[in-house]
């Protein structure tokens, strides 16, 4: 049950901490200035420039087959034109989650599939108009439409007035010779006209396009959140689908769990106190055998029999305190961390503010949470104080484990911690671990409450 606080738990950094690789790079530019130029800016860009064209093939894709299919419905051709139109435009949903992974940098994952107890085309179409997921693809071809014609007309009315008029003045000399013109001209009719054609003038239109060019990455990214929120929300699995996704893999990570406790204990029972009592047994047998021949030889072997029976009670409380210690259940929290935090190497000091006693489930999970950090403290840490702090904030139940010892925990080294935090994870906690390299160390865990 032990997690390694060492080589296992991940001595090379703490979240955030992995080495040189971690650091944030640094720009000689600020980024309102290098916006422009970033490759990130013109995938964006080049994201809202391809939505105009694939959305209208979405929507008149959409609209066709919905009207078509609706019109006939009065005759049994119409249920399969709908199916066939929502089949579309989940194929069109998965182009658009693609485009968006690509473009972005957005993944989603694809929705729920279709559930169908039978198999044939009735079944897949009886499916297929079932599907929430299906009907949400269609929302999204519909929907676009306009934003998508809407973020064309500003994205590229700033981009390219923004870049144009910033290099206004590399090209001005072009214009007088190709059009016949002293510049470029803002304004003309039949009885007068307005050129941008001397030396202030083009400064001014190169200072404005400057700011116009500066802008545009951020009115495209202001504006792709939109499309990122509507990707997400109506492409991607429903909330109830992910909730369940989660759910089986909580519920397989508990089996696991439970699985691999079952197994520890039966080792520890087969190679520690079975093992005992198997030797206990054979030398109570041969001091029966000496009773009559040596009395004395057989006192002392009784006697070493004795102290046998004492270490293989003593392995049996360790072995059954670690199943579910009894002052858990009788008194709680507080007696119970107190006892843990007492065969800690280095002094702890508890601290419980609850104001009443959690799920017996949440509080054994608690318990052993606690058990395990302050085992990896005596072990590997290298502290010479440590404290537990336990309390409650509205439903959630609040643990923190703090030393001082040389830091450089990380959850995502692989190390137990990795698997202390699934098995929070599968009843809706949370393990945040901030260690930074030469310590401190401070672990919180959170449990939701359950009274």
């Known amino acids: ?18 080495g040189e690789g971690a650091e944030e790079r640094r720009h000689l530019l600020p980024a309102a200035l290098r916006a422009p130029i970033e490759a990130r800016s013109w995938r964006e860009f080049g994201y809202l420039m391809l939505s105009l064209p694939i959305s209208i093939i979405m929507f008149t894709f959409a609209v066709t087959m ?22 579309g435009c989940r194929g069109l949903g998965a182009l ?23 198999q044939g085309p009735m079944a897949w179409m ?11 693809h269609l929302l999204y071809t519909v929907l676009h439409f306009p934003w998508a014609v809407f973020a064309f007309s500003v994205a590229i009315s700033f981009w390219t007035y923004g870049w144009a008029m910033l290099t206004y003045p590399l090209w001005f000399w072009l214009f007088p010779v190709y059009g016949g013109q002293d510049g470029l001209q803002l304004y003309g009719d039949q009885g007068h006209s307005i050129y941008l054609d001397n030396p202030f003038e083009i400064t001014v239109t190169a200072l404005v396009g400057l ?70 047994a054979m030398d109570l047998g041969l001091a029966k055998e000496k009773l009559t021949e040596d009395p004395e030889a057989a006192a002392r072997m009784v006697g070493e029999a004795h102290g ?8 049996l409380r360790d072995l059954a305190r670690g199943i579910h210690p009894a002052v858990l259940t009788d008194r709680g929290l507080d007696a119970a961390l107190s006892s843990v935090a007492s065969r800690c190497t280095v002094p702890v000091q508890v601290e419980v503010d609850l104001p009443a006693r959690p799920a017996p489930a949440i509080e054994g999970i608690a318990y052993f949470t606690v058990s395990e950090l302050l085992q990896n403290i005596s072990k590997h840490s290298g502290a010479t104080r440590a404290s537990v702090d336990v309390w409650r904030i509205e439903n959630r139940l609040m643990i923190q484990v703090v030393d001082n010892g040389v830091g450089g925990a990380d959850v995502a080294s692989g190390s137990g911690l990795a698997g202390l935090a699934e098995r929070l994870d599968a ?8 260690s930074p390299v030469a310590g401190p160390t401070r672990i919180t865990a959170e449990l939701p409450w359950r009274g």
């Open 1 to 18: 049950m032990a997690t390694e606080y060492g080589q296992g738990y991940g001595w090379d950094g703490g979240p955030g901490f992995h």
């Open 66 to 87: 919905v009207s078509l299919g609706a019109g006939l419905l009065i005759t049994f051709l119409g249920i399969p034109v709908l199916a066939a139109g929502l089949a």
């Open 96 to 118: 658009e989650r693609t485009r968006a992974r690509g473009l972005l940098g957005l993944d989603v994952a694809a929705p729920e599939p279709l559930r169908m107890t039978k």
């Open 126 to 136: 009886g499916a297929m108009l079932k599907s929430g997921a299906s009907w949400r």
């Open 211 to 280: 700011l116009l060019t500066m802008a545009s990455p951020w009115i495209v990214r202001a504006l792709t959140q939109v499309d990122r929120l509507m990707v997400h929300g109506l492409l991607g699995p429903s909330r109830l689908a992910t909730r369940v996704v989660e759910l089986e893999s909580d519920r397989g990570i508990v089996i696991d769990t439970a699985a691999a406790d079952l197994r520890r204990i039966e080792r520890d029972l087969h190679d520690g106190a079975q093992a005992r009592l198997v030797a206990l």
């Open 308 to 315: 046998e029976v004492k270490t293989a009670l003593q392995e």
């Open 427 to 434: 009843v809706d906690g949370i393990l945040v671990v901030d």
